[in-house]
């Protein structure tokens, strides 16, 4: 059974920095896609960033892009998410989520697999 856990989530201020981490277990994750996606109050979830598992390549959403770095580590089998330059608009919750297609989407309907969430919170 896949098992996702959020970590390393809390409060920054504008222009500040926070990394996030995802704690993936209960299958081997070398065909899967795993993604960054965030829920802020009143809207819907969205795509932040994803990377597939072997090869390393990877999407982020045009809001984050050149702020936000998604990465891997194999050894200990998490997925990363390094923020820089937070800003307001970036307090949401923010789940990490799994997709064994091998090709990566940008829609959380094609994630089978989610984490609980963890909060980031930017002050101005």
């Known amino acids: 059974q896949v098992q996702l856990v959020e970590s390393g989530g809390g409060l920054a201020q504008a222009g500040g920095s926070l990394r996030l981490s995802c704690a993936a277990s209960?299958?081997?994750?070398?065909?899967?896609?795993m993604g960054w996606f965030r829920q802020a109050p009143g809207k819907e979830r969205e795509f932040v960033a994803a990377?597939?598992?072997?090869?390393?390549?990877?999407r982020y959403s045009n809001s984050v892009k050149g702020r936000f770095t998604i990465s891997r580590d194999n050894a200990k089998n998490t997925v990363d998410l390094q923020m820089n330059s937070l800003k307001p608009e970036d307090t949401a919750i923010y789940y990490c989520?799994?997709?064994?297609?091998?090709?990566?989407?940008?829609?959380?309907?094609?994630?089978?697999?989610w984490g609980q969430g963890t909060q980031v919170t930017v002050s101005s």
């Open positions: 990377i597939r598992w072997s090869g390393g390549s990877t």
């Open positions: 989520a799994a997709d064994d297609s091998g090709v990566i989407f940008t829609t959380k309907t094609s994630y089978d697999y």
């Open positions: 209960g299958r081997t994750f070398s065909s899967y896609i």
